[in-house]
């Protein structure tokens, strides 16, 4: 990976030989703190406190050679670090990078490096406030889920975390996106060469994890009668592991916004048989490939303030692995560096048995630093 992005940097250099440019640098950051006091199912008592307080901090830095108003070429690199969360949610576990090389034309946008798939970054669905996030919601850093294990034995999730297909998280892949055309119609499509990623929903252990992955997505914006319409569309392929669609649509009308996704995966005859726990210590779940989510939510935004109701539901096709998630988020700009977050949640996460099942309720409150 280093040595494609010296690559690009060299070629960045020798073009600004050649052309009346500039160079633009940028770097800048987030943290995020949240204390939540929970209560929950006493039969699940794995790793569960009633007080937590889960942090991140992001920073990100940006080397853009900009040619004119129509075409530039940049390194972008995104730093994470966590504390405290449930799940290991970063491709190094507690910390995490993602470095992409991107060249903006007005034909389209190409990405090469780690970043999120084409249907990702172009999904719609539920409303969603940087409190808990209605998708890959933060709830299971206050209310353990047992259906979604992310540790330093690997990553096993019974059911699908989110409604945007994100099962290759930010493996090494090419994606392109075109530019906005027709009224605001949009389309991409990515090529991972090999979909396991530590941030992914695909299993270190898993036998298909170092399979390829082809996305496409398309995503549509239309204003007619005072409202605004926003709709997706997605559909993966990942090879030996399975095939996934997601959709989604918004309505946003002064403030107002309804809105909600859905996505399906399944596994055809010719993909890897559905795994099971294997043994104690090497036990991964990989539910979520015959799985179905969806959520559904109302956000009103007034000046610095906004607020969402949302809900969020996965099962595993045939199985008893299930969750329910239901948050009433808030957030207050404060001024252009600080926000101030609550919320109240609650879980419900049914696994075969009630040791294997969790529930609860949790009130969270927290402040979002950006500097």
Not at 280 to 293: Q, S
Not at 306 to 312: H, S, V
Not at 343 to 353: L, N, R, W
């Amino acid at each position: 990976m280093m040595k494609k992005i010296l690559m690009l940097c060299g070629m960045m250099a020798i073009m600004s030989g050649q052309a009346r440019a500039e160079w633009n640098f940028e770097a800048f950051g987030k943290a995020k703190a949240l204390y939540g006091y929970s209560n929950f199912d006493t039969d699940y008592v794995k790793d569960q406190s009633h007080n937590n307080l889960p942090m991140r901090f992001s920073g990100s830095a940006i080397a853009q050679y900009i040619f004119n108003d129509k075409y530039n070429i940049g390194v972008y690199a995104d730093l994470h670090y966590g504390v405290d969360q449930q799940l290991k949610d970063y491709n190094h576990g507690v910390w995490g990078e993602e470095v992409y090389g991107v060249f903006e034309s007005p034909y389209g946008k190409m990405i090469l490096g780690q970043s999120y798939n084409a249907a990702y970054q172009l999904g719609v669905s539920a409303p969603s406030i940087d409190v808990l996030n209605v998708n890959q919601s933060d709830i299971v850093n206050f209310i353990a889920n047992p259906n979604w294990q992310r540790n330093h034995r690997g990553t096993g999730y019974r059911t699908l975390n989110s409604t945007d297909i994100n099962t290759d998280g930010t493996a090494l892949k090419a994606t392109y996106i075109s530019p906005e055309f027709n009224n605001g119609t949009m389309f991409g499509f990515s090529y991972v060469p090999e979909s396991y990623s530590r941030d992914g929903l695909i299993n270190r252990n898993a036998s298909y994890k170092n399979k390829s992955g082809y996305i496409a997505a398309v995503s549509h914006t239309e204003d007619a009668a005072g409202f605004t319409f926003s709709g997706s569309l997605g559909a993966a392929y990942f090879a030996d592991n399975d095939q996934e669609v997601s959709v989604g649509m918004n309505v946003y009308r002064k403030g107002w916004t309804v809105g909600g996704g859905l996505r399906r995966s399944w596994v055809n005859h010719y993909d890897a048989k559905m795994n099971l726990p294997v043994r104690k210590g090497t036990d991964y779940f990989d539910g979520y490939r015959n799985a179905w989510a969806y959520n559904a939510g109302i956000s009103y935004e007034f000046g610095p303030f906004k607020t969402a109701l949302t809900y969020f539901y996965s099962r595993a096709e045939g199985k008893d692995y299930k969750d329910e998630i239901v948050q009433f988020s808030n957030s207050y700009q404060f001024n252009r560096y600080l926000n101030l977050y609550a919320a109240v949640a609650y879980g419900k996460f049914d696994g075969k048995t009630s040791e294997d099942s969790n529930k609860g309720y949790a009130g969270i409150a927290g402040i979002g630093v950006k500097f």
